[in-house]
């Protein structure tokens, strides 16, 4: 597996924080959403800048066709039946909190989470 596509339903909190991690572990990594947001919720932000990853300047970018055509893997977090379907793709559904609106303590367990599940994935 090299390409991972990372999709919730903004683009702003969870599927970012994956495309971060996936990428720092060395995989083409894209994210996306169903309904995407303006911006990164800020809290998600902070939390990763954190660790030393900055996703402040990502827009949310709302999910297409091409992008699940490209993926070898599409890792969902909370987005229903807004991804698109494609026989011979690999899914993976992630059921985890979105972090928007969460405290500190909230958000960074979310990220935990995430990065943990990232390093299962590519291992």
Not at 74 to 97: H, N, R
């Amino acid at each position: 597996m090299t390409r991972a596509l990372f999709v919730c339903i903004q683009n702003a909190g969870r599927s970012q924080m994956a495309q971060a991690f996936a990428a720092q572990a060395g995989l083409e990594a894209r994210s996306a959403g169903s309904a995407p947001a303006r911006e990164v919720h800020p809290e998600v932000a902070d939390a990763m800048q954190e660790l030393g990853i900055d996703i402040r300047g990502r827009v949310p970018h709302k999910l297409t066709q091409e992008d699940v055509e490209w993926a070898d893997i599409v890792v969902t977090m909370g987005c229903g039946d807004a991804c698109p379907y494609i026989p011979g793709k690999q899914y993976v559904d992630w059921e985890l909190p979105d972090p928007h609106g969460m405290g500190e303590d909230g958000v960074r367990t979310v990220r935990d989470e995430i990065r943990r599940r990232i390093r299962e994935l590519v291992s």
